[in-house]
């Protein structure tokens, strides 16, 4: 089953790419392009990126459209576990478009399966000054921060996730688990529970 990903890039691609190549009057780069895009539908992942980045190096005024191009190439990459290259792409991608939340955020998930949490730390900071209200991005950190051992900042984080979205189960969850691990850490005893409100203790039986 072909993935939405896919479908859309494309189909962005099969559009806008192939009429802009068409407007600068370079045929070569709009046959390539047209015949990556079925390579991209039919899900021939080698062969599209191949015409892809033909169709790319020969003109550079593909700018506009490249950084999808990019995505694309980047995508199939992190499919195949050829993590440095995708995150070399969606860098490239990010130069070319750089207030795309997606492409930080694609870039991270890579940087994360190789353990270079400090580079998905920049990026998902990056996408969260770019959409403040993405509550995703700071439980992202925060997890991130969790994995590292700093319990202070992935406390920081996830009181922000929390002010966008107050009852985001994720970040309440993840506020409660901190607060033991930071409890157990300071070596302090648990709180006592709030002891059930008691009755009043029944008035002495009247004597007849």
Known sequence: MKTKFALCLATILGSSLLQFAQA???REAARLARDGTQAAKDQDWDKAIDLFRKA?????????NLAVAYQQ???????EQRFNEA??????????????????????????KINALDQALADYSEASKLNPNEVRFYLYRG??????GDMDNSMAET?????????????????????????AQSG???PLPVP?????????????
């Open 56 to 64: 790319a190096d020969m003109d550079k005024k593909f700018a506009p």
């Open 143 to 148: 997890y991130i921060y969790e994995l590292k």
């Open 159 to 183: 009181e922000k996730a929390l002010k966008v979205q107050p009852k985001n189960p994720d970040a309440v969850a993840r506020k409660e688990r901190l607060q033991k691990i930071k409890q």
């Open 188 to 190: 302090a005893p648990p």
């Open 87 to 112: 995150i070399a792409d969606f860098g490239e991608a990010i130069k070319v478009n750089p207030r795309d939340t997606r492409i930080y955020e694609q870039r991270a998930a890579v940087e994360m």
């Open 196 to 208: 059930a409100r008691t009755p009043p203790p029944a008035a002495p039986a009247r004597t007849p």
């Open 73 to 79: 190439r980047g995508y199939t990459s992190q499919k």
């Open 24 to 26: 600068q009057g370079n």
